[in-house]
């Protein structure tokens, strides 16, 4: 077979004719098809050198040696008449040449009859001409006034703040710290964005349209709530009632443990003693120190954990939901539509903390946690909750008699959002910890689609995310104060006052960055994007991520940095500067598919859990801020489960057949009942870890390797408390049911 014929390629130098430099256009054929367009006239320079070229006795005789050599490049550089794609190419490139040299003001026989081309600069992977640059910023530079810049902007505020954060923590490796050291380092801290005066406003302003305009009164009124007895309460209470047992305690002298559900157990307990022997120096001798934490059996799977905020006192109030299966009778729907009503209850707890000033924040081990509330509702699967997060003290209209927790909103799968105004009766019995909420003053679903995620703006705003890629942002003040629902005229949904399209699908998780900047919204979604967007003008101001195949819904805004927080393909957790969205930083790795963040309020450490069942604590602003800094990571626990044998039977057995073992496994697997064992680890050390882009430790051969855990082995839920002086207290939840509290600051 002959050989193809080598691709020709022009010889001749490239250069500029004289004729354009007054019209550099004319012979292009880029006009042909549009001969309304005329080329653009090209300034007149002053220039007394260069008008001495263009003589008029010459002119005639430049331009006829010009049109021979255009006739000639026309022919081809080898007068067969063929002009080769490589030709082509280098004229238009020396067209453009000339035509930025004149753009800038330049004259072409300024540079010696030939066109020089503009010096280029690396950006990443691409190049850019000198002037030009990518994503309307200019490239990133080492130092370290360029890395403050590109990632907290020119605002005096934002740098200030960022600063102040970088004193303060960045010095923490894994565990916040208690109280600061004697250079001010360490220790809790509010958000340095919010500060004492515009907190001072939240608490007082904000809350107008709850206590001076009847917004409290139509909340606790449409609410409707009432107390069950045991006998009612009954439907409400899922899960299994059976014992759940797991291996706890020093390592290699673990004890078995069990727990009913709601029942709890002191870690220091499980541990076989009140304290375990610490050497704190050379000089001293061995000294003890707690173990200030408790297990507990919420009965089933976690599907979401929150604390209260503004509870500045000794009480803590933690929320808990747990995922409760559907009666089986009840038609199957798809995650895009809504389901059918069904009974379901979450959990309060209330844990207590000292409040002396020697051990002021430590957790109380001396008082039991105590179950204060079991909200029953008839609107489907509690898929998600969260506490109003923005500040607010103690009124004088607050009921009598009653402790007030927080507005609380809920996403059911009904596809309806609410909100409701949780409050405590400071007599409380047996009987009057099921209270049934029979409506809410805020409930709004859009049309035609379901909710499925939420998080809060401020104390009015609140935003949901929808299944058909819409997000709707109501004010919740508005809607509640100017309502009128009564039995005979029931009020219509709210109507949101933005609702945007802004992902394809199912959008999976909404995080917002209050207080420091709560008009932008980060959000996920199963289009494969993270977006980030101005709510204030959503169509424009908006930058999308690149797309990750397997999609993951942990996400969480980190203030110290001014840092998202979201889940890699592989496991790994990075950050993306609020300035430079589309970038990553990688800051850490998961040994198991990452299922909950969560970043600590009142200092920088984060939480993560896995679907292997590890929770790991770490801090990002090692990373963020010095890139050659050693990031370290240290895992808090390790929660392993494995399921119940069942004992082998005869073949006489009418219960051992196939049959009626796969229908009781069915059963057991629908109402998340399987009996199994757990087994957790503690008092891993912390250990440094290189954080690398691409790893590729758990591929082979070139393919990516992904490890199946058990349901019921995994952590599934992680958040820390957000009040200031317990903001080390942490809570995780398994998969099984177990949850852990524990306060960590050391």
Not at 632 to 649: A, C, G, M
Not at 708 to 729: D, F, K, M, R, S
């Amino acid at each position: 077979m002959a050989n193809p014929a080598p691709s020709r390629k022009s010889a001749r130098g490239r250069v500029p004719n004289k004729k354009y430099s007054s019209d550099a256009f004319e012979t292009l054929d880029i006009f042909e098809f549009d001969s309304d367009v005329a080329a653009e006239p090209v300034p007149n320079f002053d220039n007394s050198d260069v008008d001495k070229d263009f003589e008029s006795d010459k002119a005639t005789e430049e331009d006829e040696e010009d049109e021979a050599s255009v006739a000639s490049s026309d022919r081809g550089s080898d007068e067969t008449g063929i002009v080769t794609p490589v030709e082509v190419f280098e004229d238009a490139l020396s067209y453009a040449s000339g035509s930025d040299l004149l753009d800038r003001g330049e004259n072409l026989n300024d540079v010696g009859g030939s066109v020089k081309r503009s010096k280029r600069v690396r950006t990443g992977n691409r190049a850019a001409p000198e002037g030009m640059h990518f994503r309307g910023i200019q490239p990133q530079g080492k130092a370290k006034e360029s890395l403050l810049k590109y990632l907290v902007g020119t605002n005096p505020q934002d740098m200030a703040d960022f600063k102040r954060a970088r004193d303060k923590w960045v010095q923490l490796a894994t565990l916040p710290t208690r109280v600061p050291d004697q250079n001010g380092s360490g220790g809790m801290a509010s958000p340095f964005a919010s500060s004492d005066s515009s907190r001072s406003v939240q608490t007082s302003a904000d809350w107008d349209w709850y206590y001076s305009q009847g917004g409290q009164r139509k909340m606790v009124d449409q609410q409707r709530a009432g107390s069950l007895t045991l006998d009612d309460s009954a439907k409400y209470v899922s899960g299994s009632q059976r014992k759940h047992s797991f291996l706890m305690g020093p390592y290699g002298n673990q004890s078995v443990h069990s727990l009913a559900s709601l029942e709890m157990l002191s870690i220091a307990e499980a541990w076989n003693s009140t304290s375990i022997p610490v050497i704190i120096s050379k000089k001293e001798s061995a000294t003890t120190k707690e173990r200030n934490g408790w297990m507990l059996n919420a009965g089933a799977k976690i599907s979401c954990l929150d604390w209260a905020p503004n509870h500045p006192g000794h009480t803590q109030y933690l929320a808990i939901s747990t995922s409760q299966r559907p009666p089986p009778d009840l038609q199957q729907h798809t995650p895009f539509e809504p389901s059918e009503v069904y009974s379901v209850s979450s959990q309060l707890w209330a844990f207590q903390a000292t409040i002396t000033p020697e051990s002021e924040g430590i957790m109380d081990m001396t008082e039991a946690p105590e179950l204060v509330q079991i909200m029953c509702t008839d609107w489907g699967a509690l898929r998600q909750f969260r506490w109003c997060p923005a500040p607010r003290e103690a009124h004088d209209s607050d009921e009598q008699g009653k402790t007030y927790v927080g507005l609380l909103a809920g996403l059911w799968s009904d596809g309806y959002v609410r909100v409701l105004d949780i409050q405590l009766g400071n007599a409380r019995s047996s009987d009057s910890i099921y209270v049934k909420y029979q409506g809410a003053a805020f409930a709004s679903r859009p049309p035609d689609t379901v909710c499925t995620c939420l998080t809060w703006l401020s104390a009015t705003e609140l935003a949901a995310g929808c299944a058909n890629g819409f997000v709707a942002i109501w004010n919740i003040a508005e809607s509640i104060t100017t309502s009128i629902d009564t039995p005979s005229s029931p009020n219509t949904p709210p109507r949101p006052w933005f609702y945007h399209h802004l992902h394809q699908t199912y959008i999976l998780s909404l995080v917002s960055t209050y207080p420091s900047h709560p008009h932008f919204l980060a959000s996920t979604s199963m289009d494969g994007y993270l977006r980030l967007t101005d709510i204030r003008n959503p169509t424009v101001d908006f930058v999308q991520s690149a797309r990750s195949r397997m999609i993951n819904a942990a996400i969480d805004y980190h203030p110290p940095t001014q840092s998202f927080l979201h889940a890699e393909d592989n496991d790994d957790f990075r950050a993306l500067p609020l300035r430079r969205f589309f970038t990553a930083i990688m800051i850490g790795k998961a040994d198991g598919t990452v299922l909950s963040l969560a970043v600590g309020k009142v200092h920088p450490c984060v939480l993560v859990a896995s679907a292997d069942g590890t929770v790991l604590t770490t801090n990002p602003m090692r990373k963020v801020m010095a890139a050659k800094q050693v990031q370290y990571q240290q895992i808090w626990f390790r929660h392993e489960w494995v399921p119940k044998r069942q004992p082998l039977r005869s073949e006489g057995d009418g219960d051992g057949d196939e049959e009626t073992q796969g229908v009781r496994a069915s059963n057991e697997e629908r109402h998340g009942t399987r009996e199994g064992m757990s087994r957790i680890t503690e008092g891993y050390k912390v250990e440094g870890i290189e954080v690398q882009r691409f790893s590729n430790s758990k591929s082979k051969n070139g393919i990516i390797l992904a490890t199946i855990y058990e349901e019921e082995a995994a952590a599934t839920q992680v958040t820390w408390n957000p009040n200031l002086h317990c903001g080390g207290w942490a809570a995780a939840g398994m998969g099984c049911g177990l949850v852990r509290i524990e306060d960590l600051a050391v």
